[in-house]
């Protein structure tokens, strides 16, 4: 059996894997989680990567088993559709925040923010929002902000992969919109791009609105809503609905295990596996998935020292439901 706890409902099977919500407007990504785990009746469930309340779009879910794979998703490639208010600043540096600076943006041309923007693309250091979850000495940025003693949080490296200007809107008046496609790596904040538009501006800015349009393999065209992920969980209808657990890790060589072999795996010890037929692993491959002969997933794997074997480094209990 797997560790999960499931809803007393006859026939309903243990659940494990990925759902992909569209976050809706105004809730937390844990209010998202809180829903989830209450109609599916499961208490191991989590969220890949924070969205701010007032962003919407892909919030993948773990369920179950799948919740030791959420580090793999959050160190994957994120989209964003960012709307950015050029002309007035704020202490969160979105439009939930009170306006701390304003000036007047209608000098500001479209050739004048793409050329802005090139100053963030690729590798660069980004210094996260004061209102942010970062933490330092233990406390979160936003607790130490909202008692008057903001965190003096220093730049991390942070990679923008593409980032490219829709369309201007409001261009010649004291306010305009740039809507921008953001594709960028872990602890990227758009939030912190829309300030620091504005400020190399000369005018300001702050984020409007965001979409996150894609986290690894989930796109915000095959999400489903929260309220009828709800709906499917609780009527026991979730077989379209949760994605097994290693669509994470299709880009990961793999290894074919033998029914000996997974006892040893289970076990903690080193063995030795080939990958699947006709497909050769890379030279210094550093993490593989291994599967038994059912084709479970049954653990997650390193290069032993030993030539030929392999380590793992993390362990899934095997899935009843399939037998």
Known sequence: MTSSATRPRAGQAALRGFINIDKPQ???????????????????????????????????????????????LV???????????????????????????????SAVTREAVEAALTAFAGETMQTPPAYSAVKREGVAAYKAARRGEPHELEPRPVVVYALDVVEMRDLGTPRPLVIADVECGKGFYVRSLAHDLGRQLGVGGHLAELCRTAVGPFRVEDATTLDEAVELLEAGESEALI???????????????????????RQGRDVIAKPPPGRALRERVSEARAYGPDGQLVALVRPSPIAGAWHPFRVFPVDTSSH
Request: no cysteine; charged share 25%; hydrophobic share 40%.
């Open 75 to 105: 160190g994957t490639t994120k989209r964003y559709h960012a709307t950015i208010a050029l002309g007035a600043s704020t202490e969160t540096y979105d439009s939930d925040g009170s306006v701390t600076a304003e000036a007047d943006a």
């Open 243 to 265: 994605h097994a657990p290693d669509i994470v890790l299709l880009d990961w060589p793999a290894v074919i295990l033998g029914r000996r072999q997974v006892g040893d795996i």
């Open 26 to 72: 105004g809730i937390t990504s844990f209010d998202v989680v809180r829903r989830i785990r209450r109609a599916a009746g499961v208490r191991k469930v989590g969220h890949a990567g924070t969205l701010d309340p007032n962003a919407t779009g892909v919030l993948p879910i773990a369920i179950g088993e799948a919740t030791k794979l959420v580090d793999e």
